[in-house]
């Protein structure tokens, strides 16, 4: 199992677009097979994904997918900072 803890902050004028983008993007993750969670949360500006892949293989099939691309592409100019991305692994 493979969990990712994706950290936005949008600007604050962008913050409606960009949650009705990242609502659009967990409806779309949920549907691939290795995806095991996908989750959002948020307050004001700021925005959490909490993900867990099955495996390495369907993360990486996921950081294909056109919605993501179209994400990332889309959100750049939209938020404050870089997204912050945390990989974490089971160790048990």
């Known amino acids: 199992m493979i969990a990712i803890t994706a950290v936005l902050k949008s600007k604050s004028e962008n913050a409606i677009q960009v949650l009705e983008m990242l609502k659009l993007l967990v409806t779309e993750t949920r549907k691939e ?5 996908y989750d959002l949360h948020y ?48 160790a048990f």
């Open 43 to 90: 307050t004001e500006n700021d925005f959490i994904i909490w993900e867990e892949w099955e495996n390495q293989e369907g993360l990486d099939l996921h950081n294909t997918m056109p919605y993501l691309q179209h994400f990332i592409q889309e959100s750049t100019d939209l938020l404050s900072r870089e997204i912050n991305i945390f990989k974490t692994v089971d």
């Open 33 to 37: 097979s290795a995806c095991k969670r």
